[in-house]
């Protein structure tokens, strides 16, 4: 189990296992009560497969192949920015329910990241069992993994990186490069610093990207997002950020586990409350999984 230290949970031991329903709703109160965090606060979830642990907490474009790494993180940057200038140019001939967000640069970032593109983006939910779903929806029966789902106070994040040294170091940068070009740039639009860098930009000493993530809360430019209750992180340059902030003590981002054996259980009773494709997913695509999985349960 895991052992609660003052008012922090600590993972010194093991992690929380959660397996069923209501196993896992209590152990996110008690995490709730743990961090005093008041009731009207949100917290941030996210669902990952428990095999994928050498990638765990790395949104697409980072995930390493099984040796690492195989760029530097300049050239990775310079690749999505090739992806993302690509999607821009494609994307509103193909979509036109979505053209104006395409039109903005964070929105388009955002609707790549959506439709399956690999950017720095990381997603996260404020539903629990939203994220619930995503750790027991889409498993092939019989399941062969189990499933992370990772709990964050992202209002404990928020101040965390309000006081980080490289945030403060990219606030100034950003003001210096605005003050250069008064007419282009304003100098509270730092959090450009965040979108594709262009080829000349990854060496700029004024522009490079933070090495810090970015907590954005966009508009829900889609259904699906809505539906999801959609949270973003953006991340800067450093791929391991995330994991490295989980491991410090007294961090507030903790893992529970869903155990392979308990899945299927929890798949029930997630649909019992609710809580199935076609509502995460409110499109045909949504549905026709979520009737698959019907069939998949009564052949």
Request: aromatic fraction near 10%.
């Amino acid at each position: 189990m895991v052992r609660k230290t003052g008012k922090y949970y600590t993972t010194a031991v093991t992690a929380i296992v959660a397996d069923s329903l209501a196993r896992y709703l209590s152990e996110v109160a008690k995490l709730r009560r743990s961090w005093r965090l008041q009731r009207h606060l949100e917290l941030w979830f996210r669902a990952e497969d428990a095999s994928y642990r050498k990638t765990r907490l790395q949104p697409g474009i980072y995930r390493p192949r099984k040796s690492g790494l195989s760029k530097s993180v300049n050239k990775i940057q310079e690749i999505e920015n090739d992806l993302y200038r690509e999607f821009g140019r494609c994307a509103t001939q193909l979509s036109q329910s979505d053209s104006n967000s395409i039109n903005d640069d964070f929105e388009s970032y955002f609707l790549m990241q959506h439709h399956g593109a690999p950017t720095r983006i990381l997603d996260w939910s404020d539903g629990a069992l939203i994220a619930l779903h995503f750790a027991v929806g889409r498993k092939k029966l019989p399941p062969k993994s189990g499933s992370i789902i990772y709990v964050l106070d992202p209002h404990w994040l928020t101040k965390l990186l309000r006081e980080d040294p490289d945030r403060k170091d990219a606030l100034k940068r950003w003001k210096a490069f605005a003050k250069k070009h008064p007419n282009d740039y304003d100098e509270d639009d730092w959090e450009r610093l965040y979108l594709p860098p262009e080829k000349d930009e990854i060496n700029n000493k004024l522009l490079k990207t933070p090495a810090t993530p970015m907590l954005w809360d966009l508009s829900h430019v889609t259904r699906r997002v809505a539906a999801q209750r959609s949270r973003f992180m953006i991340f800067g340059s450093d791929p391991l950020w995330l994991v490295k902030i989980k491991r410090e003590r007294g961090s507030r981002l903790v893992s529970i586990v869903i155990p392979r054996g308990s899945i299927n259980k929890i798949r029930r009773e997630l649909r019992d409350a609710g809580i199935t494709e076609s509502v995460v997913y409110p499109d045909l695509d949504g549905l026709g999984r979520e009737l698959k999985h019907v069939w998949e349960l009564r052949r």
